[in-house]
């Protein structure tokens, strides 16, 4: 008799909990086309705009790029990325070093300005065909993401540059970008200055491939562990174990997350081989993460 009070009882809380769940909890912020994108200038904010703000702002065009997150071609509605750069931060945006865009997930990528004046990028804010603007991200156990407020693409269906750079330098659900220096931004991360050509090649080859979901010394991404303090991922995964994992990650955990390196990447055992070199001089160059780093 108690125990049936009791588990009647509980059923009750447990349709309020369900029914409170549907009604009271906000929809995901990405869905709402009035979120604040900032813009920042070495960490001041100098403009804070909606997509209805940036459509004003910029013209929509439908582009088509080789998508390389599902491997094959799609039409995108998006906006020109120089425009909008133009418009939020004045033309001396182009003298800057490197923009970082913040994700929602905890992604974020650091692209030195150079790619952005040698190829053309877009921000896509939904799909040419007016479907949902998600997508199933084949290199991320095909996950069904999110891909507003904003998604960084390129025009590169005639760049043989571009399309070996892989997905990394394309950020979904973007909704910081700032314009910085990388040296200042992430102090961190940078090996030894008397660290050898080998290491330093690791270090950019890091930057480009792994540091948009993954922190050295609290600097970096927040979508994946960080690799480098207090532990390193060299002091507790043997060394084969880990070029295997960064190559090939699924062979070592089933339904992983984690991307390989791109397959297109050209000398890609000589780039894992130097990313290795670079987590090996990091290992001894802990440096204790700032509070603020770590979000
Ligand atoms: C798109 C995001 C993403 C990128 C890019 C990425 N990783 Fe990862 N990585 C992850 C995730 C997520 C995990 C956790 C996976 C798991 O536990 O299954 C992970 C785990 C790891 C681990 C294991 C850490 C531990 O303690 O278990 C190592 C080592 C690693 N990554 C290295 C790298 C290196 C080196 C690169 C660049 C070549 C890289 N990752 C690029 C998302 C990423």
Same mark, same amino acid.
């Given at each position: 008799?108690?125990?049936?009070?009791?588990?009647?009882?509980?059923?009750?809380?447990?349709?309020?909990?369900?029914?409170?769940?549907? %009604?009271?909890?906000? &929809? #995901? @912020?990405? $869905?709402?086309?009035?979120?604040? *994108?900032?813009? =920042?200038?070495?960490?001041?904010?100098?403009?804070?705009?909606?997509?209805?703000? %940036?459509?004003?702002? &910029? #013209? @929509?065009? $439908?582009?088509?790029?080789?998508? *390389?997150?599902? =491997?094959?071609?799609?039409?995108?509605?998006?906006?020109?990325?120089?425009?909008?750069?133009?418009?939020?931060?004045?033309?001396?945006?182009?003298?800057?070093?490197? *923009?970082?865009?913040?994700?929602?997930?905890?992604?974020?990528?650091?692209?030195?300005?150079?790619?952005?004046?040698?190829?053309?990028?877009?921000?896509?804010?939904?799909?040419?065909?007016?479907?949902?603007?998600?997508?199933?991200?084949?290199?991320?156990?095909?996950?069904?993401?999110?891909?507003?407020?904003?998604?960084?693409?390129?025009?590169?269906?005639?760049?043989?540059?571009?399309?070996?750079?892989?997905?990394?330098?394309?950020?979904?659900?973007?909704?910081?970008?700032?314009?910085?220096?990388?040296?200042?931004?992430?102090?961190?991360?940078?090996?030894?200055?008397?660290?050898?050509?080998?290491?330093?090649?690791?270090?950019?080859?890091?930057?480009?491939?792994?540091?948009?979901?993954?922190?050295?010394?609290?600097?970096?991404?927040?979508?994946?562990?960080?690799?480098?303090?207090?532990?390193?991922?060299?002091?507790?995964?043997?060394?084969?174990?880990?070029?295997?994992?960064?190559?090939?990650?699924?062979?070592?955990?089933?339904?992983?997350?984690?991307?390989?390196?791109?397959?297109?990447?050209?000398?890609?055992?000589?780039?894992?081989?130097?990313?290795?070199?670079?987590?090996?001089?990091?290992?001894?160059?802990?440096?204790?993460?700032?509070?603020?780093?770590?979000?």
């Amino acid at each position: 008799m108690i125990n049936r009070n009791k588990s009647s009882l509980l059923n009750i809380i447990l349709i309020l909990i369900a029914i409170c769940g549907s %009604i009271c909890l906000p &929809a #995901p @912020a990405f $869905s709402q086309s009035n979120i604040g *994108i900032e813009f =920042k200038d070495k960490g001041r904010i100098v403009n804070t705009l909606s997509l209805s703000d %940036i459509a004003i702002v &910029a #013209p @929509a065009v $439908s582009l088509k790029i080789f998508e *390389i997150h599902e =491997k094959k071609e799609h039409i995108y509605k998006a906006y020109s990325a120089k425009a909008l750069f133009d418009k939020t931060f004045g033309k001396d945006w182009e003298k800057a070093g490197e *923009i970082v865009f913040i994700s929602m997930d905890g992604y974020q990528a650091s692209i030195p300005v150079t790619k952005f004046l040698s190829h053309d990028a877009y921000f896509a804010f939904a799909h040419d065909d007016g479907s949902p603007f998600t997508m199933t991200n084949v290199l991320q156990n095909n996950e069904v993401v999110q891909l507003g407020p904003l998604y960084l693409i390129w025009d590169n269906i005639k760049s043989k540059i571009l399309l070996e750079d892989g997905a990394s330098d394309m950020p979904y659900q973007v909704k910081s970008i700032e314009l910085t220096e990388f040296a200042t931004r992430f102090p961190n991360l940078a090996p030894p200055a008397t660290a050898s050509a080998e290491v330093q090649r690791g270090f950019l080859h890091f930057r480009k491939y792994c540091m948009a979901c993954h922190m050295i010394n609290g600097e970096g991404g927040n979508k994946a562990p960080e690799l480098n303090y207090p532990t390193s991922v060299i002091e507790y995964i043997k060394p084969e174990y880990l070029t295997r994992w960064i190559e090939n990650p699924s062979s070592i955990r089933y339904n992983t997350l984690m991307p390989g390196l791109a397959q297109e990447i050209p000398n890609r055992a000589k780039v894992t081989k130097e990313i290795v070199a670079y987590l090996l001089a990091m290992s001894t160059t802990k440096r204790s993460p700032k509070r603020q780093d770590i979000r």
